[in-house]
């Protein structure tokens, strides 16, 4: 079965890096190219969000908030997507998810189980 796995997370003080990864296994690698690789995050007590998105390396976008601080990049030959976070501040201390969407509807949407981020002096 076709899966999708975070890596990366823990605890970090206020201004300091992390970088999350997310890989699919069993997955034929042009599979992967053909998906939208997305990184959502969600806080205690708050709705899911989508942080940042890409569908290479090319074409990326992010929410206002992480902006300047966080980079999404893909490894295409890795099937992997990874996340930098930079300047971390308390409030990104969330769960971090990973999807994988096929904006043709060809292939199943993939979600990760979940890692904690934790920002905390």
């Known amino acids: 079965q076709v899966q999708i796995r975070e890596s990366g997370g823990g605890l970090v003080q206020p201004g300091g890096s992390l970088r999350l990864s997310c890989t699919g296994s069993r997955m034929i690698l042009s599979t992967f190219w053909g998906y939208t690789t997305d990184w959502y995050r969600q806080a205690a007590g708050k709705e899911r969000e989508l942080i940042a998105r890409?569908?290479?390396?090319?074409?990326?976008d992010y929410l206002d908030s992480v902006k300047g601080r966080f980079t999404i990049s893909r490894d295409n030959g890795k099937k992997t997507v990874y996340l930098q976070m930079n300047s971390l501040k308390p409030d990104d201390t969330a769960v971090y998810y990973c999807?994988?969407?096929?904006?043709?509807?060809?292939?199943?949407?993939?979600w990760g189980q979940g890692i904690q981020v934790t920002v905390s002096p």
């Open positions: 999807r994988f969407n096929d904006p043709n509807g060809q292939f199943p949407e993939l």
């Open positions: 890409a569908t290479d390396n090319r074409n990326t």
